[in-house]
């Protein structure tokens, strides 16, 4: 405790600090290097905790608004009323302990020219380099009715927390034999199999408490990640009572009527019990604000450096980031998050970074006891991350009950480890 | 002037040098995501931290050659280089 309170520094303290450009490499001049770091999610945390491990004289700052973060891998499983949310959550306690300022607050804009980060509070941040790790936002209107107001009524539960409780407090509340309805968005999105494990944990719920129940997933694609895994095991385990609408049978939700819990199809309507609409999405607000996003809504980057491409000297990594063939995970955030801090110690050193090789790992749970996953491994080709031919791919389809429970023990194995990796 | 250059430069250098010895090779830094590098955390997935090169190297090119089972690690494997299996396994070895 004594050391984070230390750790937590006025930033009165930090808005004096000149704003004057440093020429590079910033060790040359003797002072510390200044690495400003937006987000305290797995890109963020990683980062910022990576960079003092590759270089303990840079300065880091760790800017986020929340005390508490609130994990989305397992939360379908909170929805699914098989945890709790409390087992989502770490504080910023162990973080700061590595000599982050934590600055508890939003970032609300971004002078790329003077190299500075204004706070909420008028406060500025002077970098060298900045790393963006905003994670994503939510398309407001992007899907006509689909507003703030209308996610306290049909919950997105795409950004975890009081939406992940919302949409458990109103399964747990619905009659049995009740329809339950899932939107799924087009590419590209937060977690590709993400909707589909929840899908499944949430028949899962269905199955056990409420079996008279129907769940349907209306998507707005005709494929998506991990598929065939999923969907043999859905025909295994909840025959009847989960059906997957894909684009071409009717399944891109064009409106919706959050009063009605209704979602408009260019085919019918349905109206739901409880209705989980996954809108779509974009880069987390500064970066639009900063410059970096493109008129995808994304940020493309170098993919040695995770730099932006639109703007010097600020670095994007995560959901946010267009990082080619690697999902948007926590797995790639907290493996894109290492490479970036090397890259940037290397940078403000006077170096050259090396080409980078990354991997992504992501488990999902079709039953508590049921998991799969897939694998990449990514090398920079092309002035993209794409997949090292030959490598990667999906559990296999014929595998036994047997590995299917290895690799549930596994998920939950792999999400203590990276969670005490960022915030332990 | 031209003193202060020198030491400029100089600190450079040892930065650099610093960075080199302590960086991981290519793909090394994101085994800690399955692989736990700290002690402190619980899980059936070996550290990788002092273990011995040529064990972690045997059991790269097995998964990879599927001589052993994984569940995700043939997969895996299958992405990286004999020379990338060695660097990746040597930092490994000094690593605490």
């Not at chain 1, 936002?137 to 209308?150: C, F, N, T, V």
């Amino acid at each position: 405790m004594k050391s984070s309170r230390r750790a937590f520094l006025k930033l009165g303290v930090a808005a004096t600090a000149s704003t004057a450009l440093i020429p590079r490499p910033a060790f040359s001049q003797g002072a510390a290097a200044r690495v400003v770091v937006v987000g305290g999610g797995f890109a963020g945390a990683s980062c910022a905790r990576a960079l003092r491990q590759a270089d303990p004289r840079i300065a880091v700052t760790l800017v986020e608004a929340n005390a508490t973060f609130t994990a989305c891998p397992f939360s379908n499983a909170v929805i699914g009323g098989l945890r709790e949310l409390t087992a989502q959550q770490f504080t910023y306690e162990r973080v700061a302990a590595d000599g982050i300022v934590i600055a508890r607050a939003t970032a609300t804009a971004v002078d790329a020219q003077a190299r500075s980060v204004t706070l909420a509070d008028g406060a500025r941040l002077s970098y060298d380099r900045l790393v963006l790790a905003p994670g994503i936002d939510i398309r407001w209107g992007a899907l006509p009715g689909y507003d703030e107001a209308a996610a306290a009524q049909m919950p997105h539960a795409w950004k975890a927390g009081e939406q992940t409780l919302l949409l458990r407090r109103q399964l747990e509340a619905m009659d049995d034999g009740g329809l339950v309805v899932i939107s799924a968005p087009a590419n590209p999105f937060r977690c590709p199999p993400g909707p589909y494990e929840r899908a499944s944990l949430i028949a899962h719920y269905l199955k056990t408490k409420k079996p008279k129940s129907k769940l349907l997933v209306l998507d707005a694609k005709d494929a998506f990640s991990k598929q065939r895994l999923f969907q043999a095991a859905w025909t295994e385990l909840y025959p009847g009572l989960l059906e997957w609408v894909p684009l071409s049978r009717g399944g891109n939700v064009t409106s919706v009527d959050a009063a009605t819990r209704t979602l408009v199809t260019d085919f019918g309507r349905h109206q739901a019990k409880v209705a989980n609409v996954i809108p779509p999405q974009k880069a987390g607000r500064i970066a639009e604000v900063a410059g970096v996003a493109d008129r995808s809504g994304w940020c493309p980057i170098d993919p040695v450096t995770f730099e932006s491409k639109l703007q010097p000297a600020i670095h994007v990594i995560g959901d946010a980031a267009i990082a080619g063939a690697m999902p948007k995970s926590a797995f790639a955030a907290n493996a894109q998050a290492k490479t970036c801090a090397a890259a940037i110690a290397r940078l403000l050193a006077g170096g050259t970074p090396p080409s980078p090789k990354l991997i992504n790992t992501c488990y999902s749970l079709v039953a508590p006891d049921y998991g799969i996953s897939v694998a990449g491994v990514y090398q920079p080709s092309g002035g993209q991350l794409a997949d090292v031919p030959g490598s990667g791919g999906v559990s296999p389809t014929d595998a036994p009950r047997a590995t299917r429970a290895a690799e549930a023990v596994l998920a939950e194995a792999w999400f203590r480890t990276i969670t005490g990796e960022v915030f332990g | 002037m031209v003193k202060v250059t020198a030491a400029a430069i100089g600190a450079i250098s040892i930065a650099a040098a610093v960075v080199a010895s302590a960086e991981p090779p290519a793909g090394a830094a994101a085994c800690s995501g399955c692989h736990p590098a700290s002690t402190r955390v619980t899980s059936p997935v070996t550290r990788l931290a002092g273990r011995d090169q040529a064990a972690i190297v045997k059991a790269m090119q097995d998964f990879r050659s599927g001589t052993r089972a994984g569940t995700v690690m043939d997969r895996i494997a299958k992405g990286f280089t004999d020379e990338e299996i060695q660097a990746i396994a040597a930092w490994y070895a000094t690593q605490k």
